[in-house]
């Protein structure tokens, strides 16, 4: 009915901004300067954090969403990045990420300031555009290369450490290096892959509040549009909002109201949400303008009229379910995601399918707002895992719903081996049997780990509760959180290897005291 696009409306309204780079080497904790003495500590846990980010590198990738010496300078890579993971990893709101950073001299490094300041850094408005230049695909990419880095800083260190102690060996850790000496074609490593839902916060949606919403919409709407054409149109178009309002209120009140009940208040609303467009077309024809409440409510009125369309085809049909349903008026991009848990069975936000490998770093492989079935993500995941690492894996644990024809026979195509009993009756031999079921329950125990990291993203980093409203800012932030995740894996393998390197250490100062004391208790020579 309203046919009209949004892209003139934005690209009047963009701001363009330049950006400009302060400097090209890593900014190290010894420089940063602290007004009341005294120096950062090497050992603190951002500043480890600062190291294992190549800044510089992802910087380049960032500049060139910028206009070249035109409009306001924009804010830093590292600052933007920098505050996002600071949010992520510590769960707190926009405003208290900015007094956070305000107070801790330590955060002012993290995000690259070179002295401590009293002042804000910047306003807690800016992490919207933060989240809106660092969308899902940056993230992604920004994450595959931290955690290349981390490894490579992680091992340089081990190897740096050892060769001071004495020691011709490789790295502590171990990770990234082919201990066996295999060829990069040969399969190595464990593929574990699952998909979850990331829940936006919401209200429950049900259709007769849809359309209540929906009509205090339209109301709005005509409310502003009338007074400036009020002479050429003439008196303001009835709209029987008290009415309408009680009989709502008549069955939303109800503790559990009969389906009938409900059919008739639907009935009563859809009248009354076709009366109010109908006045709407009528303005528009005299002059009134769809801006006259803001450009906010531009958008709305499209959504209104889809969600009209939707629920006239639900109430004339027996089926419950249509296509591209909508659920939220303010979040128009939102649909059902049908999980089947016995917590919830429909959720609503962003389906995602994650891959976590063998070592424990994790992967957001596919993040889209519509239902979709994640047994199709098996060979995208495995192609992923070979442009990762350069070979796909050996075994992949995936739950029943991966386990289809088709990748059966991928995998058997490039030798890998797909967790979970094979096609066709049971084998004869008991020995055989007895052995695929021990080697199916270990897939299972291993598999734990991906169930493992989607908790942690939902209890600890946000992912189970996603309060950003646009579509590009909830990818941004389901991304984050799977940044934060390998970030936190990083910063415990550095922490392992310091222990290790230390406890060697000591190890050897032990050992060199016994070698004194013997040397000091032999005779001396002639």
């Not at 993971?85 to 769960?91: E, G, H, N, Q």
């Not at 409510?297 to 499209?302: A, E, T």
């Not at 894996?489 to 004391?517: P, S, T, W």
Request: net charge positive.
């Amino acid at each position: 009915m309203y046919a009209f696009r949004l892209d003139i409306a934005e690209k009047q309204s963009r701001v363009f901004h330049m950006y400009r780079r302060e400097h090209r080497h890593q900014l190290s904790f010894e420089d940063f300067f602290l007004p009341f003495g005294g120096k950062l500590s090497g050992n603190n846990r951002w500043i480890k954090l600062a190291e294992l980010i190549p800044w510089d590198e992802l910087e380049d990738d960032y500049a060139s969403q910028f206009c070249k010496g035109f409009g306001a300078p924009a804010k830093s890579f590292r600052m933007a990045l920098g505050a996002l993971i600071i949010k992520a990893r510590l769960a707190i709101t926009d405003e208290e990420l900015v007094e956070q950073i305000k107070e801790n001299p330590y955060l002012q490094y993290f995000i690259g300031l070179e002295a401590f300041q009293l002042s804000a850094a910047f306003d807690p408005s800016m992490m919207v555009y933060f989240r809106k230049r660092l969308p899902e695909s940056v993230i992604n990419d920004c994450n595959e290369r931290i955690v290349r880095h981390g490894l490579n800083v992680i091992q340089s260190e081990g190897s740096d450490d050892d060769q001071d102690a004495g020691k011709d060996g490789g790295s502590a850790t171990g990770h990234g290096s082919n201990e066996q000496g295999l060829s990069p074609s040969v399969n190595q490593g464990t593929l574990l892959i699952d998909a979850t839902c990331a829940p936006v916060d919401i209200r429950y949606p049900t259709d007769l509040s849809l359309l209540n919403e929906a009509r205090e919409v339209t109301e709005m709407l005509i409310d502003a549009m009338h007074p400036p054409i009020r002479d050429a149109f003439g008196q303001k178009p009835r709209t029987h909002r008290k009415k309408a309002r009680q009989q709502f209120l008549a069955v939303a009140k109800q503790k559990r109201p009969s389906i009938s009940r409900i059919r008739k208040a639907i009935k009563h609303q859809l009248g009354h949400l076709q009366r109010n467009l109908v006045s709407i077309d009528a303005l528009i024809a005299c002059g009134g303008s769809l801006l006259a409440a803001g450009k906010h409510w531009y958008h709305k009125i499209l959504v209104v009229s889809e969600l009209v369309r939707q629920q006239r085809i639900l109430y004339h049909s027996d089926s419950r379910s249509i296509p591209d349903r909508i659920v939220s008026l303010f979040q128009a991009h939102i649909r059902p995601i049908v999980r089947g848990k016995a917590r919830c069975n429909v959720e609503f936000g962003a389906k995602i399918s994650i891959a976590v490998t063998g070592d424990g770093f994790t992967y957001l492989d596919r993040l889209n707002f519509n239902p979709y079935n994640e047994g199709e993500d098996l060979k995208v995941q495995a192609r992923a895992y070979w442009r990762r690492h350069g070979h796909y894996p050996e075994v992949i644990c995936a739950d029943q719903i991966y386990r289809t024809r088709a990748n059966r026979a991928f995998c058997q195509r490039h030798g890998i081996r797909l967790s979970g009993p094979r096609l066709g009756r049971p084998k004869n031999d008991p020995e055989l049997v007895a052995a695929e079921k021990q080697q199916f329950l270990a897939d299972q125990r291993q598999r734990n780990a991906v169930e493992g990291k989607i908790g942690q993203g939902k209890r600890r980093f946000g992912m189970g509760l996603i309060r950003e409203k646009l579509a590009v800012t909830q990818g941004s932030a389901i991304a984050l959180s799977v940044l934060v995740m390998n970030l936190e894996k990083l910063l415990e393998l550095l922490f392992v290897l310091f222990a290790f390197l230390l406890q060697m250490l000591i190890g050897n100062e032990a050992n060199g005291e016994v070698e004194e004391r013997l040397l000091s208790n032999q005779p001396a020579a002639a």
